[in-house]
């Protein structure tokens, strides 16, 4: 099968990219709402690609906000079925005048695809639907294959629970296969077994009843952007520990044998650094880079804002100050107790001179895949396969939030088969997906379903 599988692939690769580059021109930004019939384009645009690479039915389905498009092909019910996950919801462009190019105009530069969603998620998720075009146009499925691709996972998957809850039976499989995350590198493959959780929020500090002269009333009246930088820096201590009483207490430890499998990865600090134009490191003592960005919770201020920031100058001292604040969250800690946590914690240590509301935007829950399951081998296999080289079983250190609502609906467990990079700038300008790691995935996948159908 395998060489018919890449016969087929060399035969039709330039196609496979430019069907690739065209959803990605479509402006599917779940978070603005003057986006929405991009979202349903894009959507319908799913919809199509999966008829033609041949799934049997193909719809855009209703949810309380964006439609999740479905699809499958059944070969036969006796044998075992793979629902394949993906969102076609991207992250908003801004700022655009530091994209090189436009985020919804693709360009190829160096080997690469330059656009908004390339990596996150629309390049990822196709790869599943040029995998399904060569099994299927090749006569070789070994499996079922259902596809779900939903349009708001950029926002925290809001409307999905329900979706699935009510959809059990037409979603039914024996394993999720999800491709959102990414390799530590093309020379040294990975496969990730779980997902941090998050919560997310945001602060208001309120100070006087409006801005006021700050020379006038600098010195007599509390600033709340200086109140607010205060109180986030309390978040860690002088070992970049997180100081917020309870944070901690549901952490589930990583075993000194899943550390040091972990710290096998290469690890080259000074390319690192350079890579991201920084001098030094940050993190918390006592852990690797790698240990601090997959088994370790984190908190970070996703956005900070107040008073004047127009151009030129202005002496105000603000009336009030905003900050979004995120916390990566690890196995057995809880986003709705964290939540709390965050948001007792703000509202506690505000002094009298202001107020503090503060507000959840949304969370999801951290999640582990066993590596002794018969999905995580058939992926391990199947990376084998195409790479030469055994995977290094790695914890991403992004979120999927429907991951866990997804395992308790279902009943089944999820594999993530990443093919992206950490350096393909997701969430940031200029984000990228290499045309390798594209094709590699597509090449990779269709041994997933192979090995995965004789494991049962």
């Known amino acids: 099968m395998s060489q018919v599988w890449k016969d087929y692939q060399e035969e039709n690769k ?50 309380a906000g964006h439609p999740v498009v479905f699809g499958e092909k059944i070969i036969d019910p006796s044998k075992p079925t793979v629902l394949v996950y993906g969102h076609y919801d991207v992250q908003p462009a801004e700022p655009l005048e530091l994209w090189h190019s436009g985020p919804f105009e693709p360009v190829i530069k160096d080997g690469k695809v330059f656009a908004r969603g390339s990596a ?42 329900k979706f699935v809850a009510a959809n059990k039976d037409l979603l039914k499989c024996d394993v999720i296969l999800i491709s959102d995350s990414s390799l530590l590198s093309m020379e040294t493959p990975s496969l990730d077994i779980g997902m941090r959780g998050l919560s997310y929020i945001q602060v208001e500090v309120t100070g006087p009843n409006r801005d006021l002269h700050s020379g006038t009333y600098g010195g007599a009246v509390a600033n709340p952007i200086t109140i607010l930088a205060r109180m986030i820096a309390s978040c860690h201590d002088e070992n970049n520990h997180i100081t917020i009483p309870g944070f901690y207490d549901d952490v589930l430890e990583a075993s000194e044998d899943e550390r040091a499998l972990l710290n096998k990865a290469p690890f080259d600090e000074q390319e690192y650094k350079d890579e991201l134009g920084v001098k030094e490191l940050w993190g918390e003592k006592g852990y690797t880079t790698y240990e601090r960005t997959g088994i370790r919770p984190t908190i970070e201020v996703n956005g900070i804002w107040g008073g004047y920031t127009g ?19 690890v196995p057995n800690q809880s986003s709705e107790k964290i939540t709390q946590i965050l948001l007792k914690y703000f509202k506690s240590i505000a002094p009298a001179s ?20 018969k999905g995580y ?15 290094i079983p790695v914890r991403g250190g992004g979120s999927i939030p429907i991951c866990t609502i997804l395992e308790k609906e279902l009943e ?21 997906y290499n045309i390798a790691n ?10 997933f379903h192979k090995y995965f159908s004789e494991s049962n």
């Not at 959803?23 to 991009?38: Q, Y």
């Not at 070994?142 to 925290?156: A, M, R, S």
């Not at 081998?377 to 995977?391: M, N, Q, R, Y």
């Open 14 to 63: 330039v196609r496979f990219l430019e069907e690739m580059l065209d959803l990605l021109r479509i402006p599917s930004v779940s978070a603005k709402s003057e986006h929405k019939k991009d979202m349903l384009k894009c959507a319908e645009a799913v919809q199509k690609s999966l008829l033609a690479a041949g799934c049997s039915n193909a719809e855009v389905m209703p949810t």
């Open 412 to 432: 089944v467990k999820i594999v993530f088969m990443g093919f992206g990079l950490d350096n393909d700038n997701l969430h940031s300008p200029n984000e990228k």
């Open 354 to 373: 202001v107020e503090v509301s503060a507000e959840l935007h949304h969370g999801g829950e951290p999640y582990l895949t066993p590596i002794d399951s």
């Open 120 to 161: 996150d998620d629309k390049g990822q998720f196709y790869m599943h639907v040029k995998a399904l075009e060569i099994m299927s146009k090749t006569d070789t499925m070994t499996t079922n294959v259902k596809f779900l691709i939903e349009g708001e996972e950029e926002v925290g998957s809001p409307s999905l629970g």
């Open 311 to 329: 151009e030129g100058a202005k002496t105000v001292l603000p009336s009030k100050a905003f900050a979004k604040i995120s916390s990566r969250l």
């Open 377 to 391: 081998i058939a992926a391990a296999k199947a990376v084998k396969a195409t790479f030469g080289k055994e995977p």
């Open 438 to 447: 594209y094709y590699k995935g597509i090449e990779t996948i269709p041994y």
